[in-house]
């Protein structure tokens, strides 16, 4: 039978009546949907059932699939030790799963698997299923920080392996929308939490799973969503299948989105085959990209691919302009992949004889030397986006109030401790953010008295 169906649902703990005490009731469009939506997997009789949980092992570069024959948890992160469960894995699937995911070159297996215990954003769907049917076993599935179209893919590997064993499966994924919603909301308010969540329903009222593919992450960031991964996979199951949408509810009453909403599969539809246009859409956009980087971007891919491939610094071009040759100055390189941060190393100011050597020394540093990143590996350096910032001279100020985000990068101090953030960066809305940010990399505590310097950069892209 294979995949029959998916749904995506939040999982708020207020959800339950067992930790909510009578708050789920001010939700209760989206507890009557959950119900609903149960009830319809329930009359299908899956054997398994597949859940994709942003609160289940997650990894930079790796989409974790939970091993084991079995798993139990609770709820006594809430409160609620008495709400209990214990699912079967489907053994068979997950080790169908993890082969099939390596053979098509995709990070994802059992491997490093830090907590056995099952999460939240598992038990909260299985806990309305378990109201209507309990005769599955469970595959749990992790996200990561891969690309929209590396977890899309997944999904498509998910639904090969349920076609191979020949499973009735349903898939369910977990996740909430934006969490900032309002102001007195437990995360506050952002003017991109609305917007990501009204593209989102759209998507849903709509089944154009295509267009998840290429949801902004500054926008998924800002609107701090934490289900957009789950979705994607949930997408690339039902590539290439007609479907029947339904978006039963949405809600934001306490300041994070709800949403339910059921994909019922119908058959096959090849005019809803997506990779293959996403991918040349995002190869056409980084050839764009590549041909129209400066002087100063090209070095610094020069140097960085070159030393990937063979291992080696590579020296210096001739033809290069005669500021980069002769001035000296500071230079950050930052190196983005699928719009998120890859690797970003620099120096405040000039180490190197020239500006010229300083972004070829901090190109390869951003690529092998950051430590919040692996290494990067040679098949990635199709898919990078380069911005190279040449820092001007520092002066120290007396107030915050001398500072600009848009147009001053700012420099904390305490004693040997500093800390630098750049200007004009994605996510960074006000000063204040600005040095807390920068407290925050020189390990300066967030209510110390600092001295600020700030600094402009040219941006080269």
């Known amino acids: 039978m294979a995949v029959m169906a998916t749904i995506a649902v939040p999982h ?9 005490h009578g708050e789920e009731k001010k939700i209760q469009k989206t507890v009557l949907a959950y119900r609903d939506v149960m009830q319809r997997v329930a009359e299908l009789e899956p054997e398994t059932i597949i859940v994709t949980s942003p609160h289940s092992a997650m990894y930079q570069d790796y989409i974790h699939i939970s091993p084991g ?22 053994i068979e699937f997950v080790e169908e799963l993890s082969y099939l995911s390596e053979k098509n070159n995709i990070a994802a297996g059992t491997m490093g698997e830090r907590e056995r215990a099952l999460d939240h954003g598992t038990m909260i769907p299985l806990y309305f299923l378990n109201q209507a049917y309990t005769k599955y076993k469970v595959v749990r599935i992790g996200l990561s920080d891969l690309s929209s179209l590396e977890h899309y893919k997944f999904g498509q590997c998910i639904a090969e392996v349920a076609d191979r064993l020949n499973r009735k499966v349903i898939v369910i994924a977990s996740g909430d929308l934006s969490h ?4 007195d909301g437990p995360y506050g308010f952002a003017k991109e939490g609305p917007i ?10 709509l089944g154009d799973f295509s267009s998840l593919l290429s949801v902004s992450p500054q926008l998924a960031d800002d609107a701090a969503e934490c289900g957009l991964r789950s979705f994607q996979i949930m997408a690339g199951v039902l590539d290439g299948k007609e479907i029947q949408s339904e978006l039963l509810s949405y809600e934001g009453t306490f300041g994070v989105g709800y949403s339910v909403a059921y994909y019922a599969i119908k058959g096959l539809d090849v005019s809803k085959q997506f990779v293959k246009k996403c991918e040349e859409d995002m190869n056409r956009i980084l050839e764009d990209k590549k041909a129209k980087e400066d002087k100063y971007v090209q070095l610094a891919r020069y140097s960085l691919e070159s030393y990937i491939k063979t291992g080696k610094q590579v020296g210096m071009p001739e033809e290069l302009p005669e500021e980069m040759r002769h001035n000296r100055a500071g230079v950050f390189v930052s190196l983005k992949k699928n719009g998120r941060l890859r690797g970003c190393i620099g120096t405040i100011a000039s180490t190197t004889e020239n500006i010229a050597k300083e972004i070829m020394q901090n190109a390869v540093s951003a690529a092998v030397n950051d430590p919040r990143f692996n290494a990067i590996t ?6 990078l986006v380069y911005s190279v910032d040449v820092l001007g ?10 500072l600009d985000i848009k147009r001053y990068g700012v420099i904390v101090q305490k004693g040997n401790k500093r800390g630098l953030l750049l200007p004009n960066l994605e996510g960074v809305n006000t000063i204040a953010e600005q040095i807390a940010i920068a407290k925050q990399k020189a390990g300066i505590g967030e209510h110390e008295r600092v001295q600020l310097y700030r600094f402009e950069v040219v941006r080269h892209i």
């Open 12 to 20: 708020p703990p207020i959800i339950l009546p067992e930790i909510g």
């Open 69 to 90: 024959a079995s798993a139990v948890g609770d709820m006594r992160l809430f409160h609620a030790p008495n709400v209990r469960f214990q699912v079967q894995y489907d």
């Open 180 to 183: 900032k919603l309002k102001e």
């Open 196 to 205: 990501f969540d009204k593209l989102i329903t759209d998507i849903f009222t």
């Open 378 to 383: 040679e098949e990635e350096l199709s898919q």
């Open 393 to 402: 001279e520092t002066e120290a100020i007396d107030s915050s109030t001398e």
